[in-house]
T-cell receptor
């Protein structure tokens, strides 16, 4: 059975304190791995897609990496506006319209 | 360009009633997917429609149904509402025209409360 697990569940950071979020996955075949940011009560905002092991993507203070078993979202020198829930999702090779999400990591960055 | 739009924003219904949620995808996107998100969890896949045909269905009861119109907008219908149907319902659109372009862009969601 396909599974997506995110850790930690919650993360509290001081402004400027870099950290990493983990997304481990078990799937029959990976078409792509997706990272989203979600603010309370709003829809997820697309951040990155990673398609193959070794791939990396960057956007401002965020960097996503992918291996054959997991993905990391690195937050460098975070600011309070980076506070949000970060969601990881996988799309398998037998589906091109279904995202399977993890439960998310809630990040709080304090000044 | 306008993003994905959903209506209504909020909805309160009584158990046993029926509800219709609406979604307009990003202009040029032909695929729409629906998700249910319960508080504290990640979104769960309900349906995908592409070119007006159902292309995928998640593990939801037959009380849930959907359709896509010629202009690629979509409706999600839920019959015989239960308390457990209270959730944020999300619509996502994707292009699927460009090879390897599987990104899904989400709307703001419809918050459904069943009392």
């Amino acid at each position: 059975e396909d599974q997506v697990t995110q850790s930690p569940e919650a993360l509290r950071l001081q402004e400027g304190e870099s950290s990493s979020l983990n997304c481990s996955y078990t799937v029959s075949g990976l078409r792509g791995l997706f990272w989203y940011r979600q603010d309370p009560g709003k829809g997820p905002e697309f951040l990155f897609t990673l398609y193959s092991a070794g791939e990396e993507k960057e956007k401002e203070r965020l960097k996503a990496t992918l291996t054959k078993k997991e993905s990391f979202l690195h937050i460098t020198a975070p600011k309070p506006e980076d506070s949000a829930t970060y969601l990881c999702a996988v799309m398998t090779t037998d589906s091109w319209g279904k995202l399977q999400f993890g439960a998310g990591t809630q990040v709080v960055v304090t000044p | 360009d306008a993003g994905v739009t959903q209506s209504p924003t909020h909805l309160i219904k009584t158990r046993g009633q029926h509800v219709t949620l609406r979604c307009s995808p990003i202009s040029g996107h032909k695929s729409v997917s629906w998700y249910q998100q319960v508080l504290g969890q990640g979104p769960q896949f309900i349906f995908q429609y592409y070119e007006k045909e159902e292309r995928g269905r998640g593990n939801f009861p037959d009380r849930f149904s959907a359709r896509q119109f010629p202009n690629y907008s979509s409706e999600l219908n839920v019959n015989a509402l239960l308390l457990g149907d209270s959730a944020l319902y999300l619509c996502a659109s994707s292009s699927l025209v460009v090879a390897a372009s599987y990104e899904q862009y989400f709307g703001p969601g419809t918050r459904l409360t069943v009392t």
